[in-house]
């Protein structure tokens, strides 16, 4: 079954929270409303879920298209394991409509959000597409940086195998590369 795109966001007290967050850091709650579905808060979802993964992606970006598989194997995998996936949209560039319209190509099965005026790019810390925040069912920043590299390391599946067997995250933060985050 397929679930919702996400379009509209709402936030609730992020503005004042607009900074990089670091590992350990508790992550500002704010309001996601899926079509056809009720809203739901970021800090309900990580209370109710193993943990939450924030992904940066892009429509356009080579880098975010080339993990595109990825991700959707990381989530067949580890959403059988309660972690749910949230894949955002923060480039002013991209519209909502081209933001679902890859989504639907891509066949993925979470959420995306249209981040408006990159205001959870903005909290997060996020620069670039493709970019990773994992978050614990305490509402914690736990892991943030790259999907994986090209040369075989699998930072974010390691990040979350840990996390999920509660051992320490050996690389907690690893240099994300892509393409810049087009903000307002």
Known sequence: ???EFVLVLGLVAIAAHARDLEI???VPDFMVKPIESPAFSFAEA???HAAVVVL?????CPYSKYYADHLQ???AHFGKKG????????????????????ARRRDHAFPM?????????DVFGARVTPEAFLVDAEGRLRYKGRIRSKIGSTDLKDALEAMLARRPIRTPV???FGCAIQRE
């Open 113 to 121: 959000v249209k981040d408006a005026g990159s205001a959870i790019a």
């Open 1 to 3: 079954m397929r679930r």
């Open 46 to 48: 990580a209370r109710t």
């Open 83 to 102: 972690v749910l996936f949230i894949g955002v949209n923060s480039n002013r560039t991209e519209t909502a409509e081209e933001v679902v319209a890859y």
């Open 56 to 60: 940066f992606l892009s429509t356009v």
């Open 174 to 176: 690893a240099k994300a």
């Open 24 to 26: 350990g850091s508790a």
């Open 73 to 75: 194997e990381l989530e």
